[in-house]
């Protein structure tokens, strides 16, 4: 989202309180006068006494440090020493976080680079003398403002070279280190200057959604019985949660310099998704039917409706993939046939017949079924439940999965789970609420039989028409859309 001086972010039961935006870049005195101003803030908040669920920080740049490779090497600007040493007692007095900018996009400078910065294969991997291994240019440059705080604390507290090498830089083990980092801006840019071939729709959504990815998809730990935290992390900081905040929602095309700073956004500054002009044009999508002067699908007249057709060619002439209805997010499959009137929506199914599934997963959004076979995300606690009630209340016939019989191996709670629960969607007319189990369950179209193992559907019947076709289409995500818009009715002036 655009730059502010002065914000808040909700977080959980707390808020934060960002005093400032890169004071340490602006031209006058910001950088003196940050810390002071922040201290002013949290006095005020005492007095109503909300320094606990309101904390006070401030969004640096990722050129506060000096170095940061190898990221164990971290360091900040020794010349930026006289507000950052406040800054840092600052925090950790206050328990606030530390909070950074961070862009891989700007290391980009080939093809190999590249793929470095998208979180892709490159031969850039590496690994540091304290035994990391960074695979992206994000997690050595999040490491990298991690051991410079590090680094930051052993210069101050005088703490000897033998103290710090007997934790090995254990960045847990020390004071500041337990000092949480937000990202406060990461994203990439979808245009720039006539000669560079890297800043592109395509790249951009690439990032954004492997960043999401990045940040999401990782180990898991046990709190009380019952809870499951899942927990992100950096090879130097693993399974300590990272906070990240995409940069920016829609293009800033008022901006001085608008080619280099101006085209960043996820959406135009008219709400429509970058990702319609990428799919109507590289993307190769055919979308003469939603144009205007006799486009059978021009209506009705609105973003919902085209980008859902623009999106849905491309997912059905690039394999039904989930990738291919990703758009950086704004794509979501539905199960349903979108077309209305005149406008037909091509549309086909996995499966032959356009039968459809219930196998369990970590979130109902999701629709590729060996994402769910993989596990090891959702909470088994909360699963086991589910399927506990499939086979008892919810009169699911579950003898299949018994010992000895043809769908107990593997034995695990993922595969009994989804053999149940597809039993009881099967059963109860392949209703979506029926495949729902509180959020434990998705539909697939993709038989999930395996040897000897078959998972019936019995309620597919015959499938002569579109009408009583099951079927899956790639629409665009309007509640997305619909909070997007209400964030900036919120914010217009």
């Not at 998208?118 to 003398?129: C, G, I, N």
């Not at 849905?312 to 690039?318: A, E, G, R």
Request: hydrophobic share 35%; glycine share 6%.
């Amino acid at each position: 989202m655009g730059e502010t001086s002065m914000g808040g972010v909700q977080h959980g039961a707390s808020c934060w309180c960002l005093t400032g935006n890169k004071v340490t870049e602006s031209p006058d005195d910001s950088a003196k006068l940050v810390v002071t101003a922040m201290k002013n803030v949290v006095s005020a908040l005492k007095t109503f006494n909300l320094q606990d669920s309101i904390k006070v920080s401030t969004a640096l740049s990722f050129g506060v440090l000096s170095n940061s490779f190898p990221p164990s090497d971290g360091a900040f600007n020794s010349n930026l020493a006289f507000v950052l040493d406040p800054l840092l007692e600052f925090l950790n007095e206050n328990r606030s976080p530390f909070m950074v900018n961070i862009y891989p996009y700007f290391t980009v400078k080939d093809d190999s680079s590249l793929k470095f910065a998208l979180f892709e294969p490159s031969d850039r991997a590496f690994v540091d003398r304290n035994g990391f291994r960074y695979d992206n240019m994000f997690d050595a440059q999040l490491d990298a403002v991690h051991f410079a705080i590090l680094n930051q604390f052993r210069r101050t507290r005088k703490v000897s070279d033998a103290q710090l090498d007997a934790v090995h830089f254990s960045l847990a083990d020390q004071n500041y280190n337990d000092m949480k980092t937000v990202v406060t801006e990461s994203g990439y840019r979808t245009r720039g200057p006539p000669r560079d071939k890297y800043s592109t729709i395509d790249n951009a959504m690439t990032y954004n959604k492997n960043l999401i990815h990045h940040v999401t998809s990782v180990s898991r730990t046990t709190a009380m019985p019952g809870e499951v935290h899942v927990m992100s992390g950096t090879p130097a900081r693993p399974n300590v949660e990272v906070d990240v905040y995409i940069f920016s929602l829609f293009n800033e095309n008022q901006k001085d310099e608008s080619e280099i700073e101006g085209y960043w956004g996820i959406f135009n500054p008219d709400m429509t998704p970058k990702a319609l002009d990428w799919v109507c044009g590289p993307g190769k999508a055919d979308c003469s039917a939603i144009q205007p002067g006799g486009g059978q699908c021009f209506e009705p007249n609105d973003l919902v409706s085209h980008a859902s057709f623009a999106f849905n060619n491309y997912y059905q002439k690039n394999g039904l993939s989930d990738e291919a209805c990703s758009f950086g997010g704004t794509g979501i499959k539905v199960y349903s046939d979108p077309s209305h009137g005149n406008c037909i929506y091509n549309v086909k199914s996995n499966d032959q017949n356009g039968r459809t599934w219930c196998v369990a997963s970590r979130q109902a959004s999701q629709t590729n079924l060996q994402t769910a076979l993989d596990w090891g995300q959702a909470s088994q606690t909360n699963l086991q439940t589910a399927l506990d009630w499939a086979c008892g209340p919810g009169k699911a016939d579950c003898s299949s999965i018994q010992p000895n019989l043809q769908c107990f191996e593997p034995n695990t709670l993922l595969s009994h789970a989804s053999f149940a629960f597809n039993n009881y969607y099967q059963k109860n007319r392949a209703t979506d609420v029926s495949c729902s189990f509180h959020g434990n369950a998705i539909k697939v179209d993709k038989d999930p039989s395996y040897g000897n193992c078959i998972y019936h559907c019995n309620s597919c019947g015959s499938h002569a028409g579109l009408g009583k076709l099951k079927v899956v289409t790639c629409f665009i995500n309007a509640i997305l859309l619909m909070h997007t818009r209400k964030y900036l009715d919120m914010y217009t002036v």
